[in-house]
């Protein structure tokens, strides 16, 4: 078993990894793609090259650090994440379990603009089944988004509610839909409702009624999975202390998902005080049999 897993493999997830691996601390790091870094040229403002970086050399360096001081990275993309005991991250290929799990998942994109979206949000509106479904009992639901974190959603929503329906709002499908949930590409023109959210309506005019819309817009942000496991959040934020750590024990943040600075130096800041933090978190835990060897157990 991993002693703790971080999710995101930037600046932030490896700049804490380094820490806590060279503790000795099992540490498995989860990143779907090259995150920020990936899409930068020319790096000229970061320590300790005379020349400028681009991003990926400057994360593949990171990574094969991280490798080598005894990291493991896996590339899969988180869908969820949930706390009994211990922390269980779900992947879109497995399960892994934690005692610690540190977000660092860079920025949070924005949801789309689809009028009535932020009107209706605590009112119908939801960016979280395992919090909400249980309001939605028996009722029609919908979910919005066309990857793997949606399908996700859906089929957290499948067993309470009545009929759930996939919105891909014009995007292809881009996950396997099971035949539990129903599917509608059509393009949305707006939400729909008065004091409540009673539904949409499709750019072809017609309506669709549904009592809930549940929002998973591509892919999971370090404040979508903090939200689940009921880790305070702010304006998209993740609320954290200066070492990184949130209102729930054993859970971290580090990087562009705190907002504030933009920047590697204050990602890497972050990761090395969040690693620090969750390294001293880990070693204050009784320890479970099992885990002595520092094993990771993967199932
Ligand atoms: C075009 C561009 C140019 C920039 N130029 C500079 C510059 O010159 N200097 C500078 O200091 N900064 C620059 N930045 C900012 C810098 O890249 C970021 O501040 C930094 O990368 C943040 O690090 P991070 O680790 O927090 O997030 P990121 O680097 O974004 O890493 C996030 C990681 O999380 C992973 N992830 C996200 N969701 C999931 C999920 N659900 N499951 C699994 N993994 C997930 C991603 O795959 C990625 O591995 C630039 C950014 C951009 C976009």
Same mark, same amino acid.
């Given at each position: 078993?991993?002693?703790?897993?971080?999710?995101?493999?930037?600046?932030?997830?490896?700049?804490?990894?380094?820490?806590?691996?060279?503790?000795?601390?099992?540490?498995?790091?989860?990143?779907?793609?090259?995150?920020?870094?990936?899409?930068?040229?020319?790096?000229?403002?970061?320590?300790?090259?005379?020349?400028?970086?681009?991003?990926?050399?400057?994360?593949?360096?990171?990574?094969?650090?991280?490798?080598?001081?005894?990291?493991?990275?896996?590339?899969?993309?988180?869908?969820?994440?949930?706390?009994?005991?211990?922390?269980?991250?779900?992947?879109?290929?497995?399960?892994?379990?934690?005692?610690?799990?540190?977000?660092?998942?860079?920025?949070?994109?924005?949801?789309?603009?689809?009028?009535?979206?932020?009107?209706?949000?605590?009112?119908?509106?939801?960016?979280?089944?395992?919090?909400?479904?249980?309001?939605?009992?028996?009722?029609?639901?919908?979910?919005?988004?066309?990857?793997?974190?949606?399908?996700?959603?859906?089929?957290?929503? $499948?067993?309470?509610?009545?009929?759930?329906?996939?919105?891909?709002?014009?995007?292809?499908?881009?996950?396997?839909?099971?035949?539990?949930?129903?599917?509608?590409?059509?393009?949305?023109?707006?939400?729909?409702?008065?004091?409540?959210?009673?539904?949409?309506?499709?750019?072809?005019?017609?309506?669709?009624?549904?009592?809930?819309?549940? $929002?998973?817009?591509?892919?999971?942000?370090?404040?979508?999975?903090?939200?689940?496991?009921?880790?305070?959040?702010?304006?998209?934020?993740?609320?954290?202390?200066?070492?990184?750590?949130?209102?729930?024990?054993?859970?971290?943040?580090?990087?562009?998902?705190?907002?504030?600075?933009?920047?590697?130096?204050?990602? $890497?800041?972050?990761?090395?005080?969040?690693?620090?933090?969750?390294?001293?978190?880990?070693?204050?835990?009784?320890?479970?049999?099992?885990?002595?060897?520092?094993?990771?157990?993967?199932?």
């Amino acid at each position: 078993m991993a002693k703790l897993i971080i999710v995101g493999k930037g600046p932030a997830g490896i700049s804490a990894a380094l820490y806590t691996a060279r503790a000795k601390i099992p540490t498995l790091i989860i990143g779907r793609d090259g995150g920020a870094l990936a899409k930068t040229d020319r790096i000229e403002n970061y320590y300790g090259f005379a020349e400028p970086v681009s991003g990926t050399e400057l994360l593949e360096a990171g990574i094969a650090n991280a490798k080598r001081l005894g990291a493991e990275i896996l590339e899969d993309e988180v869908v969820g994440i949930s706390w009994d005991e211990q922390f269980t991250v779900r992947t879109k290929s497995g399960s892994y379990i934690a005692d610690a799990v540190l977000l660092a998942t860079g920025a949070a994109r924005s949801a789309p603009a689809i009028p009535g979206l932020k009107e209706y949000e605590g009112r119908g509106v939801s960016y979280c089944a395992v919090c909400d479904a249980f309001f939605y009992r028996e009722k029609e639901v919908a979910v919005l988004g066309s990857g793997e974190y949606a399908l996700h959603e859906a089929l957290e929503l $499948v067993h309470t509610a009545r009929r759930v329906t996939l919105l891909t709002n014009g995007e292809k499908l881009s996950a396997a839909l099971p035949e539990q949930i129903h599917l509608d590409t059509r393009p949305l023109t707006r939400l729909t409702g008065e004091d409540v959210l009673t539904g949409a309506e499709f750019q072809t005019g017609d309506p669709l009624a549904f009592a809930g819309l549940f $929002v998973a817009v591509g892919v999971a942000s370090s404040s979508d999975l903090a939200k689940k496991l009921g880790a305070s959040v702010e304006q998209n934020r993740i609320v954290a202390q200066p070492d990184g750590s949130t209102d729930l024990p054993g859970l971290f943040a580090a990087g562009d998902c705190r907002g504030g600075l933009l920047q590697i130096a204050k990602a $890497v800041s972050e990761g090395a005080l969040a690693g620090t933090a969750a390294i001293q978190y880990i070693r204050k835990l009784p320890i479970s049999v099992g885990n002595e060897e520092g094993q990771m157990a993967f199932f």
